[in-house]
């Protein structure tokens, strides 16, 4: 099915340790984002992507670390995770940047770091 | 300060009520304005948006820019029960547009 999908949907896991969230989309977006969603904060932009290769810092980008080989696929690594990565992760791609092309995001990744 | 602020709730009201959902702005170079609708569990979704300043009205909802006064509005008419989802605003600059900053959300409950 055509849309955008994020794996795993949960993950539980302890400081230090590398873990890595995927994200796919089936629409051939050229723009790829990465957010992360707390309490208190709303969704504030961790990376985003605006083509294969080319990628770019957000908000919040300390600690995580992003590529994208591949138009379709856009993972997120957190080399060394701490407690305060803790968090709901989306993944969201679109064809621009203007409101008329919205970004869809996917059903997010529910992330605790023990 | 953040650069988007808006009232988190929760918001509970009875079904066929209006509702207002509000958000404040401090960077002036806002020129995108968007409302997001995200259900439990599930990512946001884009309900409206605007660019610059004025009304715009699709269906029971209405979105309002006021950018004299860095404030923006969403009101749904006739409310239903499955409205109830946490409505996110978020805005960006027409330069760097890509780089959407979002308000922490209210939850909206529409109650039978």
């Known amino acids: 099915d055509a849309g955008i999908t994020q794996s795993p949907r949960y993950k539980i896991t302890e400081t230090g340790r590398q873990v890595t969230l995927m994200c796919h989309q089936t629409w051939s977006h050229s723009y790829m984002f990465w957010y992360r969603q707390d309490l208190g904060h709303g969704l504030r932009l961790i990376y985003y992507?605006?083509?294969?290769?080319?990628?770019d810092k957000g908000e919040v980008p300390d600690g995580y670390v992003v590529s994208r080989s591949k138009t379709e696929n856009f993972p997120l690594t957190l080399e060394s995770a701490t407690r305060s990565q803790t968090s709901v992760y989306f993944c969201?791609?679109?064809?621009?940047?203007?409101?008329?092309?919205?970004?869809?995001f996917g059903d997010g990744t529910r992330l605790s770091i023990l | 300060q953040k650069e988007v602020e808006q009232d988190p709730g929760p918001l509970s009201v009875p079904e066929g009520a209006i509702v207002s959902l509000n958000c404040t702005y401090s960077?002036?170079?806002?020129?995108?304005f968007m409302w997001y609708r995200q259900y439990s569990r599930k990512g946001p979704e884009l309900l409206m948006y605007?660019?610059?300043?004025g009304n715009k009205e699709d269906g029971r909802f209405t979105a309002q820019v006021d950018k004299s006064s860095k404030y923006i509005s969403l009101f749904i008419r006739d409310s239903q029960p499955s409205d109830s989802a946490t409505y996110l605003c978020a805005m960006s600059p027409l330069q760097g547009a890509q780089k959407l900053v979002f308000g922490q959300g209210t939850r909206l409950t529409i109650n039978p």
């Open positions: 969201a791609s679109s064809s621009s940047v203007t409101p008329n092309q919205p970004q869809h």
């Open positions: 992507s605006a083509a294969a290769d080319i990628t």
């Open positions: 605007t660019y610059s300043s």
């Open positions: 960077n002036s170079a806002f020129q995108y």
